[in-house]
Protein backbone atom coordinates (compact mmCIF):
# COMPACT_ATOMS: atom_id res chain seq x y z
CA UNK A 1 0.00 0.00 0.00
CA UNK A 2 0.80 4.10 -0.71
CA UNK A 3 2.01 5.23 2.73
CA UNK A 4 3.52 8.83 3.86
CA UNK A 5 5.72 8.17 6.58
CA UNK A 6 7.72 9.96 8.97
CA UNK A 7 11.22 8.84 10.41
CA UNK A 8 12.49 11.31 12.65
CA UNK A 9 11.18 14.40 14.03
CA UNK A 10 12.93 17.84 13.41
CA UNK A 11 11.83 21.52 12.72
CA UNK A 12 9.90 21.75 9.57
CA UNK A 13 12.14 24.85 8.73
CA UNK A 14 14.84 22.90 8.32
CA UNK A 15 13.08 19.26 7.00
CA UNK A 16 10.33 21.09 4.64
CA UNK A 17 9.86 17.47 3.62
CA UNK A 18 9.34 15.44 6.69
CA UNK A 19 7.04 12.97 5.17
CA UNK A 20 8.21 9.90 2.26
CA UNK A 21 6.11 8.03 0.22
CA UNK A 22 6.68 4.40 0.35
CA UNK A 23 4.84 1.68 -0.76
CA UNK A 24 4.76 -1.10 2.32
CA UNK A 25 2.69 -3.80 3.19
CA UNK A 26 -1.33 -4.01 4.07
CA UNK A 27 -1.61 -4.13 8.15
CA UNK A 28 -3.77 -6.62 8.96
CA UNK A 29 -6.59 -6.54 12.10
CA UNK A 30 -5.72 -7.63 15.30
CA UNK A 31 -8.38 -9.79 16.94
CA UNK A 32 -10.46 -6.53 18.18
CA UNK A 33 -9.22 -4.30 15.04
CA UNK A 34 -10.77 -2.99 12.21
CA UNK A 35 -9.02 -2.99 8.24
CA UNK A 36 -10.06 0.33 7.36
CA UNK A 37 -9.36 1.27 2.97
CA UNK A 38 -8.82 4.67 3.39
CA UNK A 39 -10.53 7.05 1.34
CA UNK A 40 -9.40 10.57 3.08
CA UNK A 41 -7.37 11.72 5.87
CA UNK A 42 -7.93 15.35 7.39
CA UNK A 43 -4.05 17.32 8.05
CA UNK A 44 -4.38 18.78 11.51
CA UNK A 45 -2.21 21.35 12.93
CA UNK A 46 -1.29 18.47 15.67
CA UNK A 47 0.93 16.57 12.90
CA UNK A 48 3.05 19.72 12.69
CA UNK A 49 3.21 18.90 16.91
CA UNK A 50 4.22 15.58 16.36
CA UNK A 51 6.64 16.19 13.64
CA UNK A 52 8.39 18.91 15.65
CA UNK A 53 8.68 16.61 18.41
CA UNK A 54 6.37 19.03 20.78
CA UNK A 55 3.93 15.67 21.17
CA UNK A 56 6.77 13.20 19.40
CA UNK A 57 5.45 9.92 18.12
CA UNK A 58 5.70 7.25 20.85
CA UNK A 59 6.89 4.93 17.44
CA UNK A 60 8.73 5.71 14.19
CA UNK A 61 8.72 5.79 11.78
CA UNK A 62 5.22 6.06 11.86
CA UNK A 63 2.04 6.99 9.64
CA UNK A 64 0.51 10.26 10.76
CA UNK A 65 -3.08 11.32 10.54
CA UNK A 66 -6.04 11.48 12.84
CA UNK A 67 -8.72 12.61 10.93
CA UNK A 68 -10.04 9.22 8.90
CA UNK A 69 -12.55 8.18 6.48
CA UNK A 70 -12.69 4.53 5.22
CA UNK A 71 -14.37 1.81 4.01
CA UNK A 72 -14.39 -1.63 6.36
CA UNK A 73 -11.63 -4.01 4.34
CA UNK A 74 -11.40 -6.63 7.04
CA UNK A 75 -12.68 -7.54 10.74
CA UNK A 76 -10.68 -8.75 13.44
CA UNK A 77 -12.27 -12.39 14.35
CA UNK A 78 -13.82 -11.16 17.55
CA UNK A 79 -15.28 -7.75 16.37
CA UNK A 80 -18.92 -7.77 15.35
CA UNK A 81 -21.38 -5.01 14.90
CA UNK A 82 -19.45 -3.74 11.02
CA UNK A 83 -19.03 -5.64 8.31
CA UNK A 84 -16.77 -5.15 5.23
CA UNK A 85 -17.98 -1.59 3.31
CA UNK A 86 -19.30 -0.10 6.40
CA UNK A 87 -18.58 3.31 6.29
CA UNK A 88 -16.24 4.68 9.14
CA UNK A 89 -14.42 7.15 10.53
CA UNK A 90 -11.24 7.26 13.01
CA UNK A 91 -10.08 10.01 15.28
CA UNK A 92 -7.42 11.26 17.77
CA UNK A 93 -8.60 8.39 20.24
CA UNK A 94 -6.66 5.30 19.04
CA UNK A 95 -7.42 3.47 22.61
CA UNK A 96 -8.09 3.93 26.26
CA UNK A 97 -7.04 1.71 29.08
CA UNK A 98 -10.73 1.70 29.99
CA UNK A 99 -10.32 0.55 33.76
CA UNK A 100 -8.57 4.19 35.21
CA UNK A 101 -11.48 6.57 37.22
CA UNK A 102 -11.03 8.72 34.57
CA UNK A 103 -12.01 6.05 31.85
CA UNK A 104 -15.31 4.89 34.36
CA UNK A 105 -16.16 8.39 34.97
CA UNK A 106 -16.36 9.38 30.83
CA UNK A 107 -13.18 11.41 30.81
CA UNK A 108 -11.69 8.85 28.96
CA UNK A 109 -9.88 12.15 27.06
CA UNK A 110 -7.71 12.08 30.44
CA UNK A 111 -6.80 8.50 30.88
CA UNK A 112 -2.87 8.19 31.77
CA UNK A 113 -2.84 5.21 28.80
CA UNK A 114 -4.27 7.53 26.38
CA UNK A 115 -3.32 6.13 22.58
CA UNK A 116 -3.69 8.93 19.97
CA UNK A 117 -4.05 7.69 16.00
CA UNK A 118 -1.01 9.02 14.41
CA UNK A 119 1.72 9.37 17.11
CA UNK A 120 1.34 5.89 19.13
CA UNK A 121 -0.49 3.72 16.26
CA UNK A 122 -0.46 4.35 12.46
CA UNK A 123 -2.52 7.01 11.10
CA UNK A 124 -4.27 7.00 7.95
CA UNK A 125 -1.59 9.38 5.34
CA UNK A 126 -1.75 5.63 4.14
CA UNK A 127 -4.42 3.19 1.49
CA UNK A 128 -5.01 1.05 4.88
CA UNK A 129 -4.83 1.27 8.79
CA UNK A 130 -5.83 -0.51 11.68
CA UNK A 131 -8.15 0.41 14.25
CA UNK A 132 -9.74 -0.72 17.47
CA UNK A 133 -13.33 -1.65 16.37
CA UNK A 134 -14.24 -0.02 19.65
CA UNK A 135 -12.94 2.99 18.95
CA UNK A 136 -14.37 3.52 14.86
CA UNK A 137 -17.04 6.04 14.35
CA UNK A 138 -20.18 5.64 11.60
CA UNK A 139 -20.36 8.40 9.73
CA UNK A 140 -23.76 10.15 9.27
CA UNK A 141 -24.81 9.48 5.69
CA UNK A 142 -25.18 13.26 4.52
CA UNK A 143 -21.66 13.68 5.17
CA UNK A 144 -19.45 13.29 1.88
CA UNK A 145 -15.98 11.35 3.05
CA UNK A 146 -14.29 14.72 2.58
CA UNK A 147 -16.51 16.90 4.60
CA UNK A 148 -16.91 14.12 7.32
CA UNK A 149 -12.65 13.91 8.18
CA UNK A 150 -12.16 17.59 9.74
CA UNK A 151 -15.11 17.07 11.67
CA UNK A 152 -13.41 14.13 13.43
CA UNK A 153 -10.80 16.50 15.21
CA UNK A 154 -11.07 20.05 14.31
CA UNK A 155 -15.09 19.89 14.85
CA UNK A 156 -14.47 17.59 17.72
CA UNK A 157 -12.53 19.08 19.69
CA UNK A 158 -13.96 22.08 19.00
CA UNK A 159 -17.21 20.99 19.99
CA UNK A 160 -15.48 20.02 23.44
CA UNK A 161 -13.74 23.31 23.91
CA UNK A 162 -17.38 25.14 23.29
CA UNK A 163 -18.39 23.11 25.59
CA UNK A 164 -16.16 23.95 28.17
CA UNK A 165 -16.52 27.55 27.62
CA UNK A 166 -20.28 27.33 29.51
CA UNK A 167 -21.16 29.63 27.00
CA UNK A 168 -25.02 30.71 26.96
CA UNK A 169 -26.95 31.51 24.06
CA UNK A 170 -26.91 35.37 23.73
CA UNK A 171 -23.58 35.56 25.01
CA UNK A 172 -20.46 36.38 22.82
CA UNK A 173 -17.76 34.47 22.09
CA UNK A 174 -14.27 35.30 20.68
CA UNK A 175 -12.13 33.06 18.45
CA UNK A 176 -8.20 32.99 18.39
CA UNK A 177 -6.80 32.22 15.82
CA UNK A 178 -8.94 30.57 12.93
CA UNK A 179 -7.95 27.30 11.23
CA UNK A 180 -10.28 24.40 10.65
CA UNK A 181 -11.50 24.18 14.33
CA UNK A 182 -12.07 27.41 14.55
CA UNK A 183 -14.51 28.25 11.82
CA UNK A 184 -16.61 24.88 12.49
CA UNK A 185 -16.86 26.55 15.85
CA UNK A 186 -18.73 29.33 14.45
CA UNK A 187 -20.87 26.80 12.54
CA UNK A 188 -21.81 25.42 15.45
CA UNK A 189 -22.18 28.40 17.21
CA UNK A 190 -24.78 30.01 14.81
CA UNK A 191 -27.12 26.54 15.22
CA UNK A 192 -26.47 26.33 18.94
CA UNK A 193 -26.20 30.00 20.27
CA UNK A 194 -28.28 31.60 17.51
CA UNK A 195 -28.46 34.96 19.49
CA UNK A 196 -24.42 34.79 20.32
CA UNK A 197 -22.29 37.33 18.56
CA UNK A 198 -18.49 36.03 17.49
CA UNK A 199 -15.43 38.06 17.53
CA UNK A 200 -12.62 36.97 15.60
CA UNK A 201 -8.85 37.10 16.11
CA UNK A 202 -6.94 36.23 12.88
CA UNK A 203 -3.18 37.27 12.15
CA UNK A 204 -4.30 37.30 8.47
CA UNK A 205 -6.44 39.32 6.53
CA UNK A 206 -7.50 36.38 4.63
CA UNK A 207 -8.39 34.60 7.39
CA UNK A 208 -10.50 37.81 9.25
CA UNK A 209 -12.21 38.32 5.44
CA UNK A 210 -13.60 34.85 5.79
CA UNK A 211 -14.99 34.43 9.33
CA UNK A 212 -16.77 37.73 8.47
CA UNK A 213 -18.65 35.74 5.60
CA UNK A 214 -19.01 33.18 7.42
CA UNK A 215 -21.04 35.86 9.82
CA UNK A 216 -18.34 37.16 12.51
CA UNK A 217 -19.85 40.16 13.80
CA UNK A 218 -15.93 41.37 14.18
CA UNK A 219 -12.51 40.68 13.30
CA UNK A 220 -8.91 42.05 14.01
CA UNK A 221 -5.62 41.08 14.73
CA UNK A 222 -4.90 38.97 17.94
CA UNK A 223 -3.36 42.25 19.79
CA UNK A 224 -6.46 45.08 18.65
CA UNK A 225 -9.60 45.21 20.65
CA UNK A 226 -12.91 44.13 19.82
CA UNK A 227 -15.77 46.92 20.80
CA UNK A 228 -17.28 44.72 23.63
CA UNK A 229 -15.81 42.44 26.74
CA UNK A 230 -16.14 39.02 25.87
CA UNK A 231 -17.61 36.22 27.93
CA UNK A 232 -15.89 33.45 26.64
CA UNK A 233 -12.47 33.38 23.95
CA UNK A 234 -11.71 29.84 22.47
CA UNK A 235 -7.66 29.90 21.63
CA UNK A 236 -6.36 27.70 18.69
CA UNK A 237 -3.39 29.47 18.37
CA UNK A 238 0.02 27.77 18.65
CA UNK A 239 1.70 30.80 20.61
CA UNK A 240 1.25 32.76 23.78
CA UNK A 241 0.82 36.60 22.75
CA UNK A 242 -3.22 35.37 21.50
CA UNK A 243 -3.41 34.14 25.48
CA UNK A 244 -2.17 37.08 26.94
CA UNK A 245 -4.31 39.38 24.57
CA UNK A 246 -7.52 37.24 25.06
CA UNK A 247 -7.82 37.50 28.79
CA UNK A 248 -7.61 41.39 28.25
CA UNK A 249 -10.39 41.15 26.54
CA UNK A 250 -12.24 38.62 28.68
CA UNK A 251 -15.40 40.20 30.38
CA UNK A 252 -15.44 39.78 34.45
CA UNK A 253 -16.34 36.24 35.18
CA UNK A 254 -15.22 35.09 31.61
CA UNK A 255 -13.18 31.70 31.03
CA UNK A 256 -10.44 31.62 28.12
CA UNK A 257 -10.58 27.87 26.94
CA UNK A 258 -7.17 26.63 25.15
CA UNK A 259 -7.13 24.42 22.47
CA UNK A 260 -4.08 23.30 21.92
CA UNK A 261 -2.31 20.18 22.80
CA UNK A 262 1.12 22.19 22.86
CA UNK A 263 2.28 25.66 22.86
CA UNK A 264 5.42 26.41 20.94
CA UNK A 265 8.18 28.43 22.62
CA UNK A 266 8.99 31.27 20.09
CA UNK A 267 6.80 33.82 22.08
CA UNK A 268 6.81 32.80 25.64
CA UNK A 269 8.75 36.22 27.12
CA UNK A 270 5.22 37.93 25.85
CA UNK A 271 3.77 36.01 28.80
CA UNK A 272 5.84 38.30 31.16
CA UNK A 273 3.38 40.99 30.18
CA UNK A 274 0.73 39.21 32.01
CA UNK A 275 -0.58 42.14 34.70
CA UNK A 276 -2.99 40.47 37.31
CA UNK A 277 -5.46 43.78 37.37
CA UNK A 278 -5.64 43.80 33.83
CA UNK A 279 -5.85 40.30 32.75
CA UNK A 280 -6.74 37.55 35.74
CA UNK A 281 -8.68 39.70 38.60
CA UNK A 282 -12.37 39.84 38.33
CA UNK A 283 -12.75 35.99 38.70
CA UNK A 284 -11.42 35.33 34.50
CA UNK A 285 -10.35 31.87 34.12
CA UNK A 286 -8.07 29.69 31.94
CA UNK A 287 -8.83 26.23 31.03
CA UNK A 288 -7.40 23.80 28.76
CA UNK A 289 -8.74 21.03 26.32
CA UNK A 290 -6.70 17.27 26.54
CA UNK A 291 -7.81 14.91 23.56
CA UNK A 292 -11.13 13.69 22.83
CA UNK A 293 -13.36 11.40 24.05
CA UNK A 294 -15.51 9.04 22.00
CA UNK A 295 -18.75 10.96 23.71
CA UNK A 296 -17.27 14.45 21.67
CA UNK A 297 -16.70 12.56 18.49
CA UNK A 298 -19.93 10.82 17.78
CA UNK A 299 -22.49 13.31 19.52
CA UNK A 300 -20.79 15.97 17.15
CA UNK A 301 -20.85 14.10 14.08
CA UNK A 302 -24.54 13.93 14.93
CA UNK A 303 -24.79 17.17 15.55
CA UNK A 304 -23.03 18.07 12.29
CA UNK A 305 -25.35 15.69 10.37
CA UNK A 306 -28.68 17.62 11.94
CA UNK A 307 -27.43 21.47 11.89
CA UNK A 308 -26.38 20.43 8.32
CA UNK A 309 -22.61 21.84 9.13
CA UNK A 310 -20.34 21.36 6.17
CA UNK A 311 -16.98 22.34 6.24
CA UNK A 312 -14.96 24.56 3.72
CA UNK A 313 -12.36 22.27 2.63
CA UNK A 314 -9.44 22.50 0.98
CA UNK A 315 -7.73 19.08 -0.69
CA UNK A 316 -4.37 17.34 -1.63
CA UNK A 317 -3.30 14.25 -3.00
CA UNK A 318 -1.53 11.83 -0.73
CA UNK A 319 1.66 12.25 -2.12
CA UNK A 320 1.39 16.14 -1.78
CA UNK A 321 1.25 16.05 1.96
CA UNK A 322 4.54 17.50 2.97
CA UNK A 323 3.07 20.85 0.90
CA UNK A 324 -0.12 20.51 2.93
CA UNK A 325 1.64 20.62 5.77
CA UNK A 326 4.09 23.59 5.01
CA UNK A 327 0.85 25.33 4.02
CA UNK A 328 -0.36 24.60 7.56
CA UNK A 329 2.76 25.99 9.32
CA UNK A 330 2.72 29.23 7.18
CA UNK A 331 -0.74 29.91 7.82
CA UNK A 332 -2.12 29.30 4.34
CA UNK A 333 -5.35 28.12 6.25
CA UNK A 334 -8.66 28.59 4.29
CA UNK A 335 -10.76 25.72 6.36
CA UNK A 336 -9.93 22.11 6.80
CA UNK A 337 -7.02 20.58 4.89
CA UNK A 338 -8.28 17.08 3.57
CA UNK A 339 -5.59 14.58 1.75
CA UNK A 340 -7.57 12.82 -1.14
CA UNK A 341 -6.16 8.24 -0.78
CA UNK A 342 -8.20 7.19 -3.20
ZN1 LIG B 1 -6.18 16.82 15.28
ZN1 LIG C 1 -8.01 4.89 31.55
Known amino acids: MKAMLLHKVGALAEHPDPLELMDLARPSPKHDELLIQVSVCGVCHTELDEIEGRTPPSILPIILGHQIVGHVAELGNQVSGFTVGDRVGVAWIFSTCGSCEYCLKGDENLCA ?11 GYAEFTTAPADFVFRIPTSLTDVEAAPLLCAGAIGYRSLRLTGLRDGQNLGLTGYGASAHLVQKMVKSLYPNSDVYVFARSEKEQKFSRELGAVWAGDTSDTPPEKLQSIIDTTPVWKPVVEALRNLAPGGRLVINAIRKEAID ?21 VANVSRRDVSEFLNLAAEMNIHPEIQEYRIQDANEALND ?15
Open 268 to 288: KDYLLRLDYEEHLWQEKEIKS
Open 328 to 342: MKSGNIKGAKVLRIL
Open 113 to 123: NFRATGRDAHG
